[in-house]
């Protein structure tokens, strides 16, 4: 069972502003990458379901993060049936993101009550995700669906639409101001966050330091935006 509630999840994501984007399949390595993210001010994490026994790595995870970082909220992407939500559900996911838009997905999520997030690529899909209960949706990838000025365009006549990018997001204040002026809020983040060197070298403190830079970054733009 999920350990927070989709409000609590939702809330997280739009009060945080990113929420990181990993997987690999040795699950100490995901752990220190999980720590280094928390000390720098995350509290949403996304796992990617990407790997043979990817949740065998989640499971040891979540029971781990319940412990070692109990604000964390963990959840699991790259969902993209019903069947594997259900299996993440039953080993206590939090939130559930999906690179397509799948209705069997969203009634199993709304079943249990968990936060959903299905990939977007149009209007349409967004409002008709919106229909499904989704509270924030994602937009996959972002750079290639339109980018930020997709989103300034959706935001127009659904200026209600809570939109994630991810794809496209890159760690700086450049690429960071264009999403958050156009109205996300918040942006997913992936291999930018987590260059390769970075993960092979166990520079943890490397992304701690991003992280805590990110947030600032996304802090700084949303006050200047008042």
């Not at 949740?55 to 412990?67: G, S």
């Not at 939130?95 to 999520?109: G, H, K, N, W």
Request: with cysteine.
């Amino acid at each position: 069972m999920a350990r927070f509630s989709r409000i609590k999840v939702a809330q997280t994501m739009q009060d945080t502003g990113m929420i990181p984007v990993f997987y690999h399949k040795n699950a100490e390595t995901c752990k220190q990458v999980i720590m280094a993210c928390y000390k720098g001010g995350v509290r949403v994490f996304e796992f990617t379901n990407r790997g043979d026994f990817a949740h065998e790595v989640f499971a040891e995870l979540n029971k781990w993060a319940a412990v070692s970082c109990p604000d964390m909220i963990l959840g699991v992407g790259s969902v993209v049936d019903s069947g594997t939500a259900s299996l993440y559900l039953q080993l206590g996911a939090n939130f559930i993101v999906s690179p397509i838009l799948d209705e069997e997905t969203a009634r199993v999520c709304n079943r249990r009550k968990v936060a959903w997030s299905p990939g977007c690529g149009s209007l349409n899909d967004i409002s008709h995700a919106e229909e499904l209960g989704a509270e924030i949706v994602k937009i996959f990838p972002g750079s290639s669906v339109g980018g930020a000025e997709f989103v300034k365009a959706v935001k127009g006549p659904c200026p209600w639409s809570s939109i994630m990018p991810t794809g496209g997001v890159e760690p700086t204040e450049e690429n960071l101001s264009k999403w958050f002026n156009a109205g996300v809020c918040c942006v997913g983040m992936g291999s930018k966050l987590f260059p390769a060197t970075i993960i092979s070298s166990c520079n943890w403190e490397y992304i701690t330091d991003k992280c805590k830079e990110v947030l600032d970054i996304i802090a700084l733009l949303r006050k200047n935006k008042l």
